[in-house]
């Protein structure tokens, strides 16, 4: 199990960029697929951005492709969400989680996942 904390969120104009922050606690941090998702009020929660071990298999949802990025500082135990270009759409509150160790392909389901931060909400305004 790991413990994760959400933070980097806040209202931003459409246009503007944000870089959310997840640091994980625990050893095997460094080793746990990773994901980012987000929840609108009243949607499910979708899925946005994931990241294996190592950075070399990425994946991010269509709606968010060319704006955002996930990358990983294992040194840190921390991985990171930069989100150019927000749209109105983009608003959510944001959510880090990370896979079981044994799972090492990124997934787009909320269920692969395991343990979850408590949200960072992002606002867009238009």
């Known amino acids: 199990q790991v413990q994760l904390v959400e933070s980097g969120g806040g209202l931003v104009e459409a246009g503007g960029s944000l870089r959310l922050s997840c640091v994980g606690s625990?050893?095997?941090?460094?080793?746990?697929?990773m994901g980012w998702f987000r929840q609108a009020p009243g949607k499910e929660r979708e899925f946005v951005a994931a990241?294996?071990?190592?950075?070399?298999?990425?994946d991010l949802a269509d709606s968010v492709k060319g704006r955002f990025t996930i990358s990983r500082d294992s040194a840190k135990n921390t991985i990171y969400l930069q989100m150019n270009s927000l749209k109105p759409e983009d608003t959510a509150v944001y959510y880090c989680a990370a896979r079981p160790t044994q799972n090492v392909m990124t997934s787009r389901r909320a269920a692969a996942y395991a343990d979850w931060g408590q949200g960072t909400q992002v606002t867009v305004s238009s």
């Open positions: 625990g050893r095997t941090f460094s080793i746990h697929v």
């Open positions: 990241i294996n071990w190592n950075g070399d298999s990425r």
